[in-house]
């Protein structure tokens, strides 16, 4: 076991020394992506968006033990954020669909791969009370949170020169450029206390790796 602070030190110089390399972010900055693949990450970006508020802060709730205060309080800020503080359209998947129908999505498609998408979490559906999910959860927000807190504005940029989308469409990025700056930092203070705390530095370490070595993890097979 490693103090909470060596722990988020390590933690934060893991994704520093990986952001820049991260494939599909480069290719989307670079304006290298196939536009078929483009539209495949933004579908799966809406349904991961959608389910995120639907089912998996819900969830994680559920599966975070009772005594992890920080841990429920941030799973509820976060709700309420990714909710647009629960405001009609403000939420973030909302918020992707002018993205969406920019890069010739049709809504029909975005129903479909979302109903495609909650397949893939009927095993988070089925953990029970669990300190070792609730950490490997709280990483994978980290390195999610993280990456577009550095790379939102360079996505947006490309999104507009490269696939000619419009500046009015892209809110969702220029949004995430600011709003997971805070996000990721209370996401690392949160993960790298509760996983000291339970002598669980290796996992979340380990998580992370994983998470920075197959980014995006939600995005799967297309």
Known sequence: MIPATNL???????????????????????GTLPINKLQHVARVLYAEARASLQVKIPERIRICPLEAVDVRRLWWHLLEEESGHFVTDHDHASLLLPVCRSLGIAPAELDAEYSRHLLGLEELRKTPTSAVTTVMELAQT???ESVLA???????ESLASNYSVSQADLFYFQLHSTVDVEHSDQV?????????????????VNRVEICLAEFPVWLGAE
């Open 8 to 30: 988020r030190d390590n933690l934060r110089r893991l994704v520093n020394d990986h952001v820049d390399s991260l494939d599909l972010i480069r290719r989307i900055v670079d």
């Open 142 to 144: 980290f390195v999610d």
């Open 150 to 156: 550095r790379k939102a504005t360079l996505v947006a």
């Open 188 to 204: 690392l203070n949160v993960l790298a206390s509760y996983a000291a705390s339970q002598g669980l530095d290796d996992v979340a």
